[in-house]
């Protein structure tokens, strides 16, 4: 079974596909069953991630520049995390497949921006798809809870920024994050629904292959680093598998309420660009080198920004 991608005819005819991981080691984990679909069909495509991990400090790996490493299992070393590391670990012990994450430092925008030049350049992408594990990547940033929608602003710039002919943002988890506001969140889709920014929706079944791989390759990770599973990629796991409410598949998780939900297992795909305009927080975020003042522009342009009012919430 497979998935049914509705974003096939944006990416017909691209020859290089990027799947980025947008705000954390963890977001390029919801890129993968896109990968194997895309993969099955025959397309060209490379994984990237905008790392939590230490970057800088790899002294091996391809060195693309000071803050951008291609992680493979050729780096050496004992790591408490390392997502990108072990996920390039599980594709070669499970699949016999050298498969480099490329990993972005976390830095500010300028480098962030002249990293993903680079490495456009160096794998020749003409098709980019950024993916959100969450929503508040949809956030425009004058929500009282727009979540924790900092790192996905600094991805959302940069590749907004990019010479690519096909951007396209996906998310998948919604619900999880509980510090979004929701009502917000649905006003914002509506919104770009109105100007036909919406690319579609599907849905993970645990009958798709894709989706298979995609658990084996979280669930291979989580046991490398027990200590620091994602909360995102196990509540997608619990909602695909089928489970509702406060259930906790790891223990990371256990003395918090969840709320697993069908809705976990749904991607949604948007116009990138479409997306990017309506972020409030961007341009304040353009002219930073480094990421502590990146953040001092993002809270700086939240405490400036007139608060809307929450709308009403459809839903129960």
Known sequence: MK???PILDKVQGHTNILIAGM???????????????????????????????????????EQLT?????????????????????????????RNDDVVIWSFEKTGARPLIQ?????????????????????????HGDEPEPGTMFEDSLSLLAVSDLNVKTKILACLGLGVEHEVGYAHLFENIAELTKHKA????????????????????????????????????????????GQYGNFHLTKRT?????????????????????????????????????????WEKYEGRRKDLKLRPTPEYPLP
């Not at 645990?206 to 995609?214: A, E, L, R």
Request: proline share 3%; glycine share 8%.
């Open 3 to 5: 998935l049914n991608l």
């Open 23 to 61: 705000g954390g080691g963890f977001d390029v984990f919801c890129g993968l069953p896109i990968y194997f679909e895309l993969e099955a069909l025959g397309y060209d495509v490379h994984l990237a991630s905008f790392s939590f991990s230490d970057i800088v400090g790899l002294y091996e790996g």
């Open 66 to 94: 000071d803050t951008l490493v291609g992680v493979s299992t050729d780096i050496e070393g004992i790591f408490d995390y390392f997502p990108e590391y072990f996920l390039s670990e599980w594709f070669y012990d499970t």
């Open 115 to 139: 990293n993903y030049k680079a490495l456009i350049k160096h794998l020749d992408i003409d098709c980019i798809i950024l993916v959100d594990g969450g929503v508040d990547s949809l956030m």
């Open 198 to 241: 919406v690319l579609g929706t599907c849905s993970l079944t645990q009958q798709m292959t894709s989706y298979q791989q995609f658990r084996d390759a979280v669930m291979y990770v989580f046991d490398q680093q027990p200590t620091y599973p994602s909360v995102i990629c196990s509540s997608v796991i619990s909602a695909v598998d």
């Open 254 to 294: 256990h003395g918090s309420t969840l709320r697993i939900s069908p809705l976990m297992s749904m991607y949604w795909f948007f116009d990138l660009m479409q997306v990017a305009k309506r972020n409030e927080i961007l341009s304040h975020l353009r002219l930073t080198y480094d990421v502590d003042h990146a």
